[in-house]
T-cell receptor, first 111, second 116 residues
């Protein structure tokens, strides 16, 4: 079956540095990819998404890169702030159907 | 976006009992899903809640254990039946809004269930 995984389960960065969170997916039929942020005690919060006809998309301080050749997805967070501390999940889907989630990366920010 | 309200937000239950979780959305939605998040883990899809018909369950999840209702577009319930400690998880309702194509799923804050 399809699966989504992550290279790094934990990531620790200095405040102000850039963070890069990676994700691998296995279903070549997936055409929609998304990143969520989950803070303690809360549900996942949408960060940014990208469709398979794009390889890069930028938001506010975040960029998602998609490499379909190697089935790799990454989330870049610029100038990381203490409020960015959370668990980040990637997910993949097909059209308007269900999402399959990766295992998550915990991002901690060092002052 | 949408406001997704789940009740209860948390509960502690005894094994062998059942708990029904409610999900209410303040907007019209097309699709509603129920996810489970076991402690320290990622989200696993339980089922798609279909309006007016039986839910569509994922592999490993069955209707007898997780009956789901969706009487209208904005409300759904998930019941965790005959609970055991292994059912201790966060149960999350998620929705896709009407008319936005492949829009992101929006999540509620979940129901934190502990089974003793």
């Amino acid at each position: 079956g399809e699966s989504v995984g992550l290279h790094l389960p934990t990531l620790s960065v200095q405040e102000g540095d850039n963070s890069i969170i990676n994700c691998a997916y296995s279903n070549s039929a997936s055409d929609y990819f998304i990143w969520y942020k989950q803070e303690s005690g809360k549900g996942p919060q949408f960060i940014i998404d990208i469709r398979s006809n794009m390889d890069k998309r930028q938001g506010q301080r975040v960029t998602v890169l998609l490499n379909k050749t190697v089935k790799h997805l990454s989330l870049q967070i610029a100038a990381t702030q203490p409020g960015d501390s959370a668990v980040y999940f990637c997910a993949e889907g097909q059209g308007a159907q269900k999402l399959v989630f990766g295992q998550g990366t915990r991002l901690t920010i060092n002052p | 976006s949408a406001v997704i309200s789940q009740k209860p937000s948390r509960d502690i239950c005894q094994r062998g009992t059942s708990l029904t979780i409610q999900c209410q959305v303040d907007s019209q939605v097309t699709m509603m899903f129920w996810y489970r998040q076991q402690p320290g883990q990622s989200l696993t899809l339980i089922a798609t809640a279909n309006q007016g018909s039986e839910a569509t369950y994922e592999s490993g999840f069955v209707i007898d254990k997780f009956p789901i209702s969706r009487p209208n577009l904005t409300f759904s319930t998930l019941t965790v039946s005959n609970m055991s400690p292994e059912d201790s998880s966060i149960y999350l309702c998620s929705v896709r809004l009407t008319g936005v194509g492949s829009s992101p799923l929006h999540f509620g804050n979940g129901t934190r269930l502990t089974v003793t």
